[in-house]
């Protein structure tokens, strides 16, 4: 499956935004999905996922009740609604895909190319 994230930019904090992915592949939806971040200078950290169904999600706990990962298997889409953002949710932004669930790094096989955001104060 390839990946291609979209719709980074510059907003202030408490604005929001979302996030998509759109994922090739006839078999997107029996991949589990999530997002990822890393900010300057430091490691890649998860953010969200999502089950292959979307009936399960999972957040970190610096995002749960102001982001929500969702998922249309019909368009082949995943989306990030980004809100209250705050300046330490600057970083780029990373979807990745897998057939098993994880919610580290080293458990996504496929990645998409990032998408900067940046939340000034």
């Known amino acids: 499956v390839q990946l291609q994230a979209s719709g980074g930019g510059l907003v202030r904090a408490g604005d929001s935004l979302r996030l998509s992915c759109a994922a090739s592949?006839?078999?997107?939806?029996?991949?589990?999905m999530a997002w990822f971040r890393q900010a300057p200078g430091k490691d890649r950290e998860f953010v969200a996922a999502i089950t292959w169904t979307g009936g399960s999600t999972y957040y970190a706990d610096s995002v749960n009740g102001r982001f929500t990962i969702s998922r249309d298997n019909v368009k082949n889409m995943v989306y990030l609604q980004m809100n209250s953002l705050k300046p330490e949710d600057t970083a780029v932004y990373y979807c990745?895909?897998?057939?098993?669930?994880?919610?580290?790094?080293?458990?996504?096989?496929?990645w998409g190319q990032g998408t900067l955001v940046t939340v000034s104060s």
């Open positions: 592949g006839r078999t997107f939806s029996r991949y589990n």
């Open positions: 990745a895909a897998d057939l098993q669930w994880a919610t580290a790094a080293p458990g996504y096989g496929y």
